[in-house]
């Protein structure tokens, strides 16, 4: 189960994973279902009504749109629409495999099965299936997320089939899914700046990224490690208000170097390169990025804004259009009318001790996609070179960011920025030597 590649799921991955977020609901959707949510049997007792009173399709036995051309009537995947963690078919079309194994104890296995990732009884003669499918007679019964059935592991049919799964997220990271997103001020043209638009379509790939802005502690972690391994960003003023806050007072140069050490600290192969060596001392423009590499590197822009806006389309914030202290740490004003904070100024609970006035990471709730304090807190370093025109000219597919120069993009916002600067198409840089007490950065990796 530690390997990185493609298994099937254990029976309880397979449960959580089809109720998509939901709880104490039939299917992945809630109570009821209809051929209009699945493909499935509806098993009536006369021929005429539905047998079960949460089956409301009005047609019995097979689904109409499928029931041709002879068995199977499976339906093309995708055909109807997905669950809370956008995935389809989890009920109806064919039954899926799992790992676990099925026999007669199997019956009282809830009652003994260990509360965290269970992998099914030791033994057996049947492998779990789930899910129901196009034919079963068991009809909408046998698609409810909690049904369970099994089969000898060698049977073959026709409403049989699975899907793979990969434990391979790296700890302390969310994996982003490739998809694309509308990059810019997708609000009132007047509210942001001209270098937001114009607002556009960017397909990302897949990429890991850290749940968390760097905290302090794991900084001086890597940079010990580094500064005994021929880096030199032992010399960096690294900051930071207590370990579990963010690092801070980084410059671009360090964090990139940085990221190369924690790579092949952890056997990793490094991202960044200078006259084809690993990027190590000093401060050069002409730094490259070895996207296909499994080390830790910056997130690019485009990277970062999709991240950021955590699945939501069209808002200001990862959240929504309003912001307020309990979202995030930022220096509240009265200017913008989406800043609903009050008292505003400092976050009242991290405007202590003198600055920074950084909260410790991950003291607000996370976005979409399971990352924190993508707004406020420190301003996040990315790795490309800064253009005010580059939206107009991007490319559609996994954009890098213009010729690189003195300056380099950060996102985010920070402790001592108003609301505006916590936008999630809020853009602007800083020289890449520059360091701040409002300057920090969170890493990523390539999906292989």
Not at 41 to 66: K, M, Q, R
Not at 393 to 410: I, K, L, W
Request: charged fraction near 15%; glycine fraction near 12%.
């Amino acid at each position: 189960m530690s390997a990185s590649g493609y298994r099937l799921p254990t029976e309880a991955e397979w449960e959580k994973a089809a109720r998509g977020g939901l709880s104490a609901k039939r299917f992945p959707w809630g109570d009821l279902i209809t051929h209009s949510e699945a493909n499935y049997w509806v098993y009536s007792a006369d021929g005429v009504t539905n047998y079960l009173t949460y089956d409301v399709s009005p047609t019995i036995e097979y689904h109409p749109s499928y029931a041709t051309g002879g068995f199977p009537y499976t339906s093309p995947g995708g055909s109807f629409g997905p669950n809370g963690y956008g995935l389809y078919d989890m009920t109806g079309n064919v039954w899926e495999w799992c790992w676990d194994w099925s026999d007669s104890s199997s019956i009282s296995y809830y009652a003994s099965s260990p509360s965290t990732n269970p992998l099914g009884p030791v033994f057996g003669s049947y492998r779990i299936r789930r899910g129901g499918s196009w034919g079963d007679h068991s009809g909408a019964w046998g698609c409810r997320s909690a049904f369970r059935a099994s089969s000898p592991p060698e049977t073959t049919s026709s409403d049989l089939g699975f899907r793979s799964v990969r434990n391979f997220v790296p700890a302390g990271m969310e994996l982003i899914p490739a998809g694309s997103f509308q990059m810019g001020n997708a609000m009132d043209p007047n509210e942001g700046y001209a270098i937001e638009l114009p607002l556009h379509t960017v397909n990302v790939s897949a990429f890991y990224l850290d749940k968390y802005e760097v905290s302090k502690e794991t900084w001086d972690a890597v940079a010990s490690w580094a500064a005994a391994n021929g880096y030199d960003i032992n010399a960096a003023t690294a900051m930071g208000k207590a370990v579990s806050h963010s690092a801070n007072t980084v410059s671009w140069y360090e964090v990139v170097k940085w990221c190369n050490a924690r790579s092949q600290k952890e056997g990793l192969t490094p991202c960044y390169t200078l006259s084809s060596a690993v990027y190590k001392t000093g401060g050069n423009n002409s730094v490259v990025c070895n996207f296909s590499a499994n080390g830790y590197r910056l997130p690019t822009e485009a990277e970062w804004e999709k991240a950021a806006r955590g699945g939501l389309s069209g808002k200001r914030f990862p959240w929504g259009d309003t912001i307020t202290h309990s979202q995030a740490n930022y220096n509240s004003d009265t200017i913008y009318s989406y800043d609903l904070s009050s008292p505003t100024g400092f976050h009242p609970s991290f405007a202590t001790g003198g600055f920074p006035y950084t909260s410790p990471i991950g003291a607000f709730a996370p976005n979409g996609f399971g990352l924190y304090d993508m707004t406020g807190n420190v301003y996040e370093w990315c790795w490309d070179g800064y253009s005010g025109s580059y939206y107009a000219a991007s490319p559609g597919t996994d954009p890098q960011g213009p010729a690189p120069g003195a300056f380099r993009v950060v996102r985010g916002g920070g402790w001592n920025n108003d609301a505006q600067a916590g936008r999630a198409s809020d853009r602007t840089s800083r020289i890449s030597s520059q360091r701040g007490n409002f300057l920090g950065f969170r890493s990523a990796r390539t999906v292989p």
